[in-house]
């Protein structure tokens, strides 16, 4: 199976590009620079490493990169400097979302892509009718206005909910909440849920980098686990931080 990874150099993606190779995926890798990936990579058959900016591929480019994969994931996010949180592009997430699954449609595959989207769970499920308190609203509105990259991660959401939807004939979906993200260096034990057990601004778990690239390729790789989870926002925490 070969899997397009937007946003593979950061913390995330990397831990997923190398889940998808110890599950024996081919992995193609989009990156604005190649400097810091791991070597293992560049001397992997198994890679292909792209050079460029997501935002500033040409309709033709983004259609032959997507063109042949099977799945397409993103781990795209802003980094966490000025420039990073309030600079442009601001909607970084949500445009590479749009950009990727109109070429998917433009080269209308024989069956179903798989896109899986990193979001949050600070992002409600608004298909679900999801229960926050009226303190989590609050600062949910003041997310909005003071944190562009909250919006972003809304929106990106929003389009696979509202606009490739269910029953789309190129494109299937599924949009992964980890909560707070920690790094550890091993896969561990960690649990799913239609939407969050706990208050993500008042009461967060822990979500481990690599269980998110393990459950992002797990999703891809296994056919029942994708119908389980296909449409839907899962929540991801790691086992330990629910005790």
Not at 77 to 95: E, I
Request: hydrophobic share 35%; aromatic share 6%.
């Amino acid at each position: 199976m070969k899997v397009l990874v937007v946003g593979a150099s950061g913390s995330t993606g990397n831990q997923l590009v190398n889940q998808l190779l110890i599950q024996g995926n081919d992995v193609k890798v989009i990156v604005r620079s190649s400097q810091n990936l791991s070597e293992s990579w560049k001397d992997n058959d198994k890679v292909q490493i792209i050079t460029a900016s997501i935002l500033e591929l040409s309709e033709e480019e983004m259609c032959k990169h997507v063109s042949g994969c099977d799945s397409v994931a993103s781990c795209l996010g802003h980094n966490l400097t000025w420039k990073g949180v309030y600079g442009q592009p601001r909607k970084l997430v949500t445009d590479a979302t749009q950009r990727l699954c109109s070429a998917i449609k433009t080269n209308s595959p024989n069956h179903p892509v798989k896109y899986v989207l990193m979001n949050t769970s600070g992002n409600q499920n608004r298909d679900l009718n999801e229960p926050i308190s009226f303190a989590q609203k609050c600062v949910i509105a003041l997310l909005r206005l003071l944190l562009p990259p909250h919006v972003d991660n809304e929106k990106a959401a929003d389009f696979l909910r509202t606009q490739i939807r269910q029953n789309n004939k190129f494109i299937e979906w599924v949009a992964v909440r980890p909560d707070n993200l920690i790094d550890e260096e091993e896969v561990t034990n960690y649990e799913t849920y239609p939407s969050p057990i706990r208050s993500a601004i008042f009461n967060a778990g822990k979500t481990s980098r690599i269980n998110v690239g393990h459950f992002m390729a797990s999703l891809i790789n296994d056919n029942d686990l994708w119908k389980t989870w296909k449409g839907q926002m899962p929540v991801i925490y790691n086992t330990s931080s629910l005790v």
